[in-house]
Each structure stands twice: as C-alpha cells, then as structure tokens.
C-alpha cells in the first residue's frame, strides 16, 4: 500500500471514524463490517455552510492545501477528497446510498480491514 493511501486511511478516515470528531459528517454505519458514511452536501444547496465540508477542508489541511480565500475552495477541496477515496479502490469501494447528501463507503481489501481491526 502506498504511502499515500496509508495516510488517508490511517492517518485520517479511520482516527476520524472512532474519535467521532465529525459526528454526523463522518461516521460509522456498520463498524464490524466496515461500512462508513460521509456527508456529501453540494454548495448550491440551500442550507449549505462552510462547515459542511470540515471533512475535506481538514483533510486538505493535513495535505497543506488549505486556502478557504480561493474562488472554488470548497469545490476542490471535496474533489481533492473524493480522488484520493478513488485512488484507495481496491482498499475502499463505494457503496449506494439512499441518501441525498451523503456518500457510503466500505473498507473492502483484507488488508485495509485487518489494519482498521488494529486502529479501531
């Protein structure tokens, strides 16, 4: 596994997913399975807010590509999250949701959920 995908894995989603630091943004649907949900709201919802996107304006952080000035941060900083959730197939998959703004994903490769077992 890359370095890259250990980071974005052990080093964020996961930590996320048991500190519950997200709470409704980031969460566990079924840990056992390793089954994951993020809150996915688009801007030109009506009740969107910056604070809707703390998931990925962190993530971007901890990459250092923070700048919320920029014209479509917000954007791009969700774009930036979904291509590394990409880049993690076949570790993470994602699954159907049958909510609007929200995204299901599931640790799928044996290797991803032995070391979630050991993070968790």
Known sequence: MTRMRRRLLDDYIIPALNSGTYKSKLY??????????IYWSHKNAAKWQSE?????????????????????YFMCAKQRFRAALY??????????CPEKFH?????????SRRRCENLC
């Open 28 to 37: 566990w649907l079924n840990k056992e399975k390793g089954i994951f949900r």
């Open 52 to 72: 809707d996107t703390i998931v990925f304006q962190d993530w971007d952080r901890l990459k250092g590509h923070f700048k919320p000035e920029g014209k479509n």
């Open 87 to 96: 880049k993690l197939s076949p570790y993470v998959k994602q699954l159907k």
């Open 103 to 111: 995204r299901d994903y599931q640790l799928v490769a044996e290797g």
